[in-house]
């Protein structure tokens, strides 16, 4: 067994492009089949891949789950533990599990790199157990910084090995489809935080079984993982070949399988073992999509729309609504926009709907800011305040929030990608925790016409990056959008 896989791997390795498509009896119609646009045996099933998809889609489901945790239940958990009324402590809260969230984003890469993206999975799914048995023991302040710093950083682990996974085990031409799959589950997760806090304000201590309900899907996360696929791409890089088709045999079928790993060896050049230097993702030939990534992501997060889920009970409070109520609506509204991308992202295509998402942001935030000034009053200002949050985050979710990690795992080449993936995560978290603690103060001294007059601005800055540096990846195979924008020298 073990010559049969060294001689599989130095088959594919060895020799000229030449030879290696000839080994696999590869023409250029077979290798348009993962393209979706295959003439003699059509696409292959997404009914292979899409169980694989969900069970990575539970990692999305946990983000968003402690995205929101603490929305419903950060009043009566300030109040047990003796910090209420204290903004700096309760935006803490929250920017703690954010700076953890930074720390494993920066190591996401190399766990991912280094063990596989499935053992990546479980490795995430520990801090998380742990975290939230923490904090649901939380008997003050610290306690709970502790047990979100835990689980913060299983959170930074967590997207950017989602985002990998789902690139590279789906038909290109469902990937947008299935990279939407994580957006909608986190949006299931942000509605399962909601519905399981509400009781927090009317029971003691039911904030403690808010932290305790995540533990179970990441158990689940855990174990399912075990008998899930590895990806045939890193499969491939690591020199398991033999294992590399037996992968893409379970994900595509038998007939698909030559054409799979054809398309491989047409970006996979056999230095993909040698180590990434991080100066050739800030100085090198990588340098450009390494910054259009950090830069999409951080505009993603100065729009605000952090700051709508960890506060909107409070926001919604302060303008006369109920939390339970405006909660549930911005849920509902998540919900549709991440169905939207969800029929959509493989029909508009990537920056159509950013362009699309940041645009409907920009108005969105402009109605939120109007209804703070001089020019409205009475229950027009509740109106206004309400439509508007609902209207950023139904267009969030349209765009904004599922395309940017799918378009940066398309778009890094195979040999960098799981590296430059944690670079621009970290920029996400880093941007993200800023938000997290700073934004309630920040209300308290610019008020909310500055403040979002602020994010609008940023969300129009958005819609010109686009325009000038995305990329559109829509139905292409990885290997051949590697191959047009870093072409070989």
Not at 44 to 72: C, D, M, Q, T
Not at 95 to 104: E, Q
Not at 318 to 337: F, H, K, Q
Request: net charge positive; glycine share 10%; with cysteine.
């Amino acid at each position: 067994m073990r010559g049969r896989h060294v001689d599989s791997y130095s088959m594919y390795k060895r020799g000229t492009r030449d030879h290696v498509i000839n080994t696999y009896d590869y023409d250029k119609e077979q290798v348009r089949l993962l393209s979706g646009v295959g003439k003699d045996i059509g696409n292959p099933s997404w009914k292979r891949s899409f169980p694989y998809i969900l069970l990575a889609a539970l990692s999305s489901f946990l983000f968003g789950y402690h995205l929101g945790v603490v929305n419903e239940t950060l009043e009566s958990m300030s109040h047990d533990l003796g910090f209420h009324g204290d903004t700096m402590a309760e935006g803490l809260v929250v920017s703690t599990c954010l700076g953890g969230a930074f720390v494993g984003s920066l190591f996401s890469g190399s766990i991912a790199e280094g063990v596989g993206r499935r053992r990546a999975f479980q490795l995430c799914a520990l801090p998380l157990i742990i975290g939230s048995s923490m904090s649901a023991t939380a008997k003050n302040l610290w306690g709970m910084l502790l047990g979100r710093l835990f689980v913060g950083t299983g959170m930074g682990i967590g997207p950017p090995v989602a985002a990998l996974y789902v690139a590279e085990v789906s038909p290109a031409y469902v990937r947008g489809t299935y990279g939407s799959c994580s957006q909608l589950a986190t949006c299931l997760g942000l509605m399962g935080a909601l519905f399981i806090g509400f009781p927090a304000k009317q029971i003691e201590g039911w904030w403690r079984m808010c932290f305790w309900a995540s533990v179970a899907p990441a158990a689940l996360l855990t174990v399912f993982m075990e008998f899930s696929v590895e990806s045939p791409h890193w499969l491939f890089k690591r020199g398991r070949g033999a294992d590399a088709e037996a992968e893409f045999e379970k994900l595509l079928g038998g007939p698909y399988v030559k054409g799979a790993m054809a398309e491989l060896s047409k970006s996979q050049r056999g230095d993909e073992a040698d180590t990434v230097k991080l100066s050739e993702l800030f100085y090198g030939h990588h340098r450009k999509v390494v910054f259009m990534g950090s830069s999409l992501f951080a505009l993603q997060q100065l729009s605000g729309i952090n700051a709508v889920f960890y506060f909107s009970s409070t926001v919604f409070k302060s303008a006369g609504v109920p939390s339970e109520s405006a909660n549930i609506c911005v849920g509902i509204a998540n919900l549709l926009g991440s169905l939207f991308a969800l029929v959509s992202m493989d029909k508009l295509g990537r920056k159509a709907l950013l362009i699309a998402s940041f645009s409907g942001m920009a108005v969105a935030m402009t109605i939120q800011a109007t209804s703070a000034s001089s020019l409205v009053s009475g229950s027009s200002v509740i109106y206004l305040s309400v439509g508007g949050m609902l209207l950023f985050v139904l267009t969030f979710a349209m765009g904004a929030g599922p395309v940017p990690g799918l378009l940066l795992s398309e778009m890094f080449p195979s040999r960098v990608r799981a590296k430059a993936m944690s670079i621009c995560m970290a920029v996400h978290w880093m941007i993200n925790s800023l938000v997290g603690l700073l934004f309630l103060r920040l209300l308290e001294l610019l008020g909310p016409l500055v403040l979002n007059t602020i994010f609008a601005t940023f969300c129009l800055l958005a819609v010109i990056f686009v325009k000038k540096n995305v990329l559109e990846t829509k139905g292409k195979s990885l290997q051949d959008i590697e191959i047009a924008l870093l072409p070989p020298v």
